[in-house]
C-alpha cells in the first residue's frame, strides 16, 4: 500500500494501532529503508509519509513489539536498525522516544 492507501484505510477508520503478530502498521512502515509503501509486492518498505499519516491518526509511537523476534524493540528501535533515517526523524518529530531501551539494553541510538 502506498501512503494513498493508508490515507483511505484511515479515512474509513482503520485503528492505526492495531497489532498483527505482535507488529503495529508504523512498524510495518518503517521495516525498509526509507522507501514510498508498506506493502509493495508482497515486500515491507518503509515510507516517512505512511509515518506520519499514522502519527496524525494517532499511532502510538512508543508501542513495544510483542513479535519473538522484536526483543522488545519499539518502532524508532525498528526504524534505526533498517536505516530508515527519514522514518526514524518523522517518529521523533512525533513523540518517539529515543531512550527506549529493548530487552537487550539498547536505545536507539545504541
Request: net charge neutral; proline share 5%.
Amino acid at each position: 500500500a502506498r501512503s494513498e492507501d493508508v490515507r483511505r484505510l484511515l479515512q474509513a477508520r482503520a485503528d492505526p494501532n492495531t497489532v498483527v503478530d505482535g507488529r503495529t502498521p508504523l512498524m510495518a512502515a518503517v521495516h525498509k529503508g526509507d522507501k514510498e509503501g508498506v506493502i509493495a509486492g508482497g515486500e515491507r518498505v518503509s515510507s516517512p509519509e505512511c509515518v506520519r499519516l499514522l502519527l496524525d491518526a494517532g499511532a502510538t509511537p512508543d508501542v513495544v513489539s510483542t513479535h519473538p523476534h522484536d526483543n522488545g524493540r519499539t518502532v524508532a528501535h525498528c526504524a534505526a536498525l533498517s536505516c530508515a533515517r527519514q522514518c526514524l526523524e518523522a517518529l521523533l518529530r512525533g513523540g518517539a522516544n529515543p531512550s527506549a531501551v529493548t530487552d537487550e539494553g539498547r536505545t536507539v541510538l545504541v
